[in-house]
């Protein structure tokens, strides 16, 4: 079966440094996503990303934050300055569809998480 | 703005018994989507099951059920028969009809399952 998956699984660096997430959605599929999930708290939405622009962004993803599909396959995750309150799990997710398809498949499949560590 | 809630931080089941997560949701848009993702330790999320707002029917899949109470904005989770599989994070989570993906969780409930 079909996985989305991500690299790596932990990254570990300095305050003030570039770091770059990478995710291999699914290959068929249109609609990307970053959520991440500070230790103990709930999953929360970063940015959607479809037809190569955001569709979507919350509050969290600010100017430090961009996401690049460079590939056709790779979808990435920058954060060009890092910060302590950074850490957390990032994880990506794709999907056939969006929600305004109804009936579609429109199941978000998730990568099993980037940990990223900011000391 | 959307908020889902999950009021039940960790439940506990034995073995073979039935087990009911609870959520509540707020809302002000008629068409939405809700779902229940499984995050076993150390692993991905995956979708255990999902309710279309526009239908009165509880979502079934094998020993998961759903109790979707729209006008309560109430949308629990039934497990029957649990099993020691069943041991994982449980997040509620809601899609708005007008949005492009932005998937709103819950703070998640811990399920224990006792052999």
């Known amino acids: 079966e079909p996985e989305v998956t991500q690299t790596p699984s932990h990254q570990v660096t300095q305050m003030g440094q570039e770091v770059i997430l990478r995710c291999v959605p699914i290959?068929?599929?249109?609609?990307f996503y970053w959520y991440r999930q500070i230790l103990g708290q709930k999953v929360e939405f970063l940015v959607s990303f479809y037809n190569n622009e955001i569709s979507e962004k919350s509050e969290i993803f600010d100017d430090q934050f961009s996401v690049e599909r460079p590939d056709g396959s790779n979808f990435t995750l920058k954060i060009r300055s890092t910060k302590l309150e950074d850490s957390a799990m990032y994880f990506c997710?794709?999907?056939?569809?969006?929600?305004?398809?109804?009936?579609?498949?429109?199941?978000?499949?998730f990568g099993p998480g980037t940990r990223l560590t900011v000391l | 703005a959307q908020t889902v809630t999950q009021s039940q931080p960790e439940m506990s089941v034995q073995e073979a018994e039935t087990v009911t997560l609870s959520c509540t949701y707020d809302?002000?848009?008629?068409?939405?989507?809700l779902f229940w993702y499984k995050q076993p330790p150390s692993r991905q999320m995956i979708l255990v099951i999902r309710q279309e707002a526009y239908k009165q029917q509880n979502a079934t899949e094998n020993r998961f059920s759903v109790n979707f109470q729209k006008a309560a904005k109430s949308f629990s989770l039934k497990i029957s028969d649990s099993q020691l599989g069943d041991a994982a994070m449980y997040f509620c989570?809601?899609?708005?009809?007008?949005?492009?993906?932005?998937?709103?969780f819950g703070k998640g409930t811990k399920l224990s399952v006792k052999p």
């Open positions: 997710a794709s999907s056939e569809f969006s929600s305004l398809v109804v009936g579609g498949n429109n199941e978000q499949f």
């Open positions: 989570a809601y899609w708005g009809g007008g949005s492009q993906g932005n998937l709103i």
């Open positions: 809302t002000s848009e008629s068409d939405y989507y």
């Open positions: 290959s068929n599929h249109l609609y």
